[in-house]
T-cell receptor, first 111, second 112 residues
Framework: DAKTTQPNSMESNEEEPVHLPCNHS???????IHWYRQLPSQGPEYVIH???SNVNNRMASLAIAEDRKSSTLILHRATLRDAAVYYC????????????FGGGTRLMVKP | DGGITQSPKYLFRKEGQNVTLSCEQN?????MYWYRQDPGQGLRLIYY???????QKGDIAEGYSVSREKKESFPLTVTSAQKNPTAFYLC???????????FGQGTRLTVV
């Protein structure tokens, strides 16, 4: 299975943009890049996903490198409520694949 | 409201007892998953099911069992064979395997 690598932790100041990196050098052509985040003592929640093109939604933007070997989740203005663990995972919609999570990046937001 | 519900939120059991964690969804999702999370760690897949009456082992299935008799329900039994059962257990569902997943709020199991 293709794996992802993320920094263990990152810090940001409130109301500043945050760029969370993810490396996935062994990504296959049919792997989607998904991002989830987990607040303390809660289940993860879906943030965004993409295949090749950059994606935007109300929560965040996803920038995908041209070779697809890395991606960046962008929070445009971090708030204290964005402090969470962010997981980047590869999802293949073919049968036999499932959601496999790594350790994620713990984002700390300073007021 | 549609969603995925885990119960109870906190569960205490004595060592050596089997315990069953509930997971119910009314999202009409085919795929369901169980994960275990230890403090400060990521999620590890225990079992997953693509369809009713079918399920597969994940990375850490030893000491656990599941059933999928109904589309809406995917209960997880933590058996006495699980050597270190104290953990946070998360259930998820998706419309089909590999699609965007929705998670429950988790059950924190403590075995004493």
């Amino acid at each position: 299975d293709a794996k992802t690598t993320q920094p263990n932790s990152m810090e940001s100041n409130e109301e500043e943009p945050v760029h969370l990196p993810c490396n996935h050098s062994t990504i296959s052509g049919t792997d989607y890049i998904h991002w989830y985040r987990q607040l303390p003592s809660q289940g993860p929640e879906y943030v965004i996903h993409g295949l090749t093109s950059n994606v935007n939604n109300r929560m965040a933007s996803l920038a995908i490198a041209e070779d697809r070997k890395s991606s960046t989740l962008i929070l445009h203005r971090a708030t204290l409520r964005d402090a969470a663990v962010y997981y980047c995972i590869l999802v293949n919609n073919n049968a036999g694949n499932m959601l496999t999570f790594g350790g994620g990046t713990r984002l700390m937001v300073k007021p | 409201d549609g969603g995925i519900t885990q119960s109870p939120k906190y569960l205490f059991r004595k060592e050596g007892q089997n315990v069953t964690l509930s997971c119910e969804q009314n999202l009409n999702h085919d795929a369901m998953y169980w994960y275990r999370q230890d403090p400060g760690q990521g999620l590890r897949l225990i079992y997953y099911s693509q369809i009713v009456n079918d399920f597969q082992k994940g990375d850490i299935a030893e000491g656990y069992s599941v059933s999928r008799e109904k589309k809406e329900s995917f209960p997880l039994t933590v058996t006495s064979a699980q050597k270190n059962p104290t953990a946070f257990y998360l259930c998820a569902s998706s419309i089909s395997q590999g699609k965007k997943a929705f998670f429950g709020q988790g059950t924190r199991l403590t075995v004493v």
